[in-house]
């Protein structure tokens, strides 16, 4: 059975640092492409970093590039966000998701609060 477990956020200030972990299970994320989204209040959900399976090429929305960084750790079969000078228009829910065959799998999402 494929889940997505998301955890590490929480409230911190403009300029501050998160880690974001999606603990996987159910399958190797060292298999399959791995993302993180985002969605804020009354906004659409949105893509913000991409992990190739194999983690040879990563990708970022414009509005995190150089903040954000994606990535694996194989020995705990989990995707980590480090998210680095943060502003308050990273406040969101974020995503973790895979797709495997045809289908999508989100977890449950963490909350991500940036204010002083």
């Known amino acids: 059975q494929v889940q997505l477990v998301e955890s590490g956020g929480g409230l911190v200030q403009p300029g501050g640092s998160l880690r974001l972990s999606c603990l996987a299970s159910g399958f190797t994320v060292n298999n399959y492409a791995m993302r993180w989204y985002r969605q804020a209040p009354g906004k659409e959900r949105e893509l913000v970093a991409h992990i190739s399976n194999f983690g040879i090429n990563t990708n970022y929305a414009d509005s995190v590039k150089g903040r954000f960084t994606i990535s694996r750790d194989s020995a705990k079969n989990t995707v980590l966000l480090q998210m680095n000078s943060l502003r308050p228009e990273d406040t969101a829910v974020y995503y973790c998701?895979?797709?495997?065959?045809?289908?999508?799998?989100w977890g449950q999402g963490t909350q991500v609060t940036v204010a002083s």
């Open positions: 998701n895979t797709q495997i065959g045809l289908i999508h799998y």
